[in-house]
């Protein structure tokens, strides 16, 4: 077996305790993560915050390292993919896709300017707002994405200034050290610590005394145990929360113009995306048309281990979310959804559960209503589009949203009126890039990442005033 190993002040940390990592294709044990112990954590945080000052001096050596850690990503993304396929499931394409748009987001950033105003510079005086770096930071990632939503973290805090602690989910933290492991050569020690370990290292990392914010993307119970634990000494913290993302058709959108792209949305990734098509709303006079467009689109997804090329959709990432999304389907077909592909586990090892389209779903359903996570696409009939609107908009999520019709200008109008973070025409998750804010209203989240917004999160503003020159 591979030794994967901690980076802290630079340097791999030898690891006391150890803990699996299952592969859910097979549901065997694949590896072992070090179990960072409470003084390595403390160490960590040192280092951490012993290379924070010089490096918030250095803007010129912090763009070359994003830049050269772009690279560097770009020069292993093999063995990062097969990584994460092999620790996450996903097809080996979409695992190289994850890891290649790591690289794009850190040479996004590493030319990003800096926020910086000279408000006043005159007879009077001068004055002049900069950003500064907040101290430590420290990151926590879920495991649907663990390399790029880490680098959504890394790549801002590191251009402000900041030095980080990250830490991957305990089912996906192989790549993650890896990675940690790579950027040794280009980061300066302490610069980036990667540590890994079970479910309370997240909680001990938000109560340390030493980082100034957590940032941190994961479920929204998970996200108020985080916000609580911030508020004891007030660090700042980004949440990057669930979702429960409405598609709506609107009645004169065609099924064989849409189903796929809508199929896609729904099922990249097995379900777990956070912006993944969670739900869809389609005109009830057009509800049959719209299940048997999806489900010859869904049933035709080849599943399988993501290591095959063949395949489109990998198992389900661990065993609670299976049993979860097995669940929450039993319960729509106990509540009269018919089940119109898929509906079950598949038969065999691993984690696998069928591409299933529920028809006849409804509000209420707790398959609707909460964030699935997996390969589920309930269906919605509604009688006007606005009745669509008002029940996307009650939900307690508000991650992102899209509306489809061949008439933009229309669609639009309805679009604006939903309650999210992102809404997108004709597309869905269309604007999840590094140069726009992705975040949500409500449950999903407070803060926004990607752009110069996520970059903001990772600094505090300072005014600086003199005054006129003589
Ligand atoms: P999770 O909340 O179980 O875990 C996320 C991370 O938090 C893991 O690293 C975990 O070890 C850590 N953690 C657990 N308990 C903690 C605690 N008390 N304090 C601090 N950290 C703790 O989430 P998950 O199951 O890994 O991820 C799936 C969820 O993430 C879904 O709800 C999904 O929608 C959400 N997500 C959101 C976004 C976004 O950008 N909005 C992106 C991806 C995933």
Request: hydrophobic share 45%; with cysteine; proline share 9%.
């Given at each position: 077996?591979?030794?994967?190993?901690?980076?802290?002040?630079?340097?791999?940390?030898?690891?006391?305790?150890?803990?699996?990592?299952?592969?859910?294709?097979?549901?065997?044990?694949?590896?072992?993560?070090?179990?960072?112990?409470?003084?390595?954590?403390?160490?960590?945080?040192?280092?951490?915050?012993?290379?924070?000052?010089?490096?918030?001096?250095?803007?010129?050596?912090?763009?070359?390292?994003?830049?050269?850690?772009?690279?560097?990503?770009?020069?292993?993304?093999?063995?990062?993919?097969?990584?994460?396929?092999?620790?996450?499931?996903?097809?080996?394409?979409?695992?190289?896709?994850?890891?290649?748009?790591?690289?794009?987001?850190?040479?996004?950033?590493?030319?990003?300017?800096?926020?910086?105003?000279?408000?006043?510079?005159?007879?009077?005086?001068?004055?002049?707002?900069?950003?500064?770096?907040?101290?430590?930071?420290?990151?926590?990632?879920?495991?649907?994405?663990?390399?790029?939503?880490?680098?959504?973290?890394?790549?801002?805090?590191?251009?402000?200034?900041?030095?980080?602690?990250?830490?991957?989910?305990?089912?996906?933290?192989?790549?993650?050290?890896?990675?940690?492991?790579?950027?040794?050569?280009?980061?300066?020690?302490?610069?980036?610590?990667?540590?890994?370990?079970?479910?309370?290292?997240?909680?001990?990392?938000?109560?340390?005394?030493?980082?100034?914010?957590?940032s941190f993307t994961g479920s929204t119970a998970t996200g108020r145990r985080v916000a609580v634990a911030a508020a004891g000494d007030l660090k700042r913290v980004t949440l990057e929360l669930g979702g429960n993302d409405p598609a709506i058709v609107l009645p004169d959108a065609e099924p064989e113009e849409f189903a796929a792209s809508l199929v896609r949305s729904a099922f990249v990734n097995s379900g777990q995306v956070c912006f993944a098509v969670k739900r869809i709303y389609v005109p009830a006079e057009r509800h049959d048309a719209w299940v048997q467009a999806l489900t010859v689109h869904a049933a035709a997804l080849r599943v399988g281990a993501g290591h095959d090329d063949q395949v489109e959709m990998g198992p389900l990432s661990n065993r609670a979310q299976l049993d979860r999304v097995t669940a929450l389907v039993d319960d729509a077909r106990a509540r009269g959804a018919l089940v119109a592909t898929g509906g079950a586990p598949l038969a065999g090892e691993g984690y696998f559960y069928a591409p299933t389209v529920l028809a006849g779903a409804a509000d209420g359903m707790p398959v609707v209503d909460e964030e699935q996570f997996g390969p589920v696409l309930p269906v919605v009939a509604y009688r006007n589009p606005g009745d669509a609107v008002a029940a996307a908009n009650a939900s307690a999520y508000g991650l992102t949203a899209s509306v489809w019709s061949?008439?933009?200008?229309?669609?639009?109008?309805?679009?604006?009126?939903?309650?999210?973070?992102?809404?997108?025409?004709?597309?869905?998750?269309?604007?999840?890039?590094?140069?726009?804010?992705f975040g949500g209203s409500k449950a999903s989240g407070i803060g926004r990442e990607n752009g110069r917004w996520g970059l903001e999160e990772f600094t505090q503003l300072q005014v600086f005033t003199r005054p006129p020159k003589a």
């Open positions: 077996m591979t030794e994967f190993t901690m980076t802290i002040d630079g340097s791999a940390a030898t690891p006391e305790a150890y803990f699996d990592v299952v592969d859910p294709a097979t549901a065997r044990v694949l590896a072992q993560a070090p179990d960072c112990t409470p003084r390595q954590l403390d160490a960590a945080m040192a280092a951490a915050a012993g290379a924070q000052p010089a490096w918030s001096r250095d803007e010129r050596g912090r763009r070359h390292a994003l830049n050269e850690a772009a690279a560097v990503i770009e020069a292993h993304a093999g063995r990062l993919a097969a990584l994460v396929t092999a620790e996450q499931g996903k097809p080996l394409a979409q695992a190289r896709d994850e890891v290649m748009a790591s690289a794009v987001w850190l040479r996004h950033y590493a030319q990003m300017e800096l926020p910086h105003e000279i408000v006043q510079d005159d007879d009077e005086g001068y004055a002049e707002i900069v950003a500064r770096p907040l101290g430590v930071v420290a990151a926590i990632a879920p495991w649907n994405f663990p390399v790029v939503l880490a680098v959504w973290k890394i790549a801002p805090a590191l251009l402000a200034g900041n030095t980080v602690v990250l830490k991957p989910s305990p089912y996906t933290p192989l790549a993650t050290l890896h990675l940690g492991e790579l950027l040794r050569t280009c980061l300066p020690a302490g610069v980036l610590n990667v540590i890994s370990g079970r479910d309370p290292l997240g909680a001990s990392m938000t109560a340390h005394p030493v980082p100034r914010k957590i061949p008439d933009t200008d229309r669609a639009a109008g309805l679009a604006r009126s939903l309650d999210c973070g992102q809404v997108s025409l004709n597309a869905h998750g269309a604007g999840v890039r590094p140069d726009l804010p």
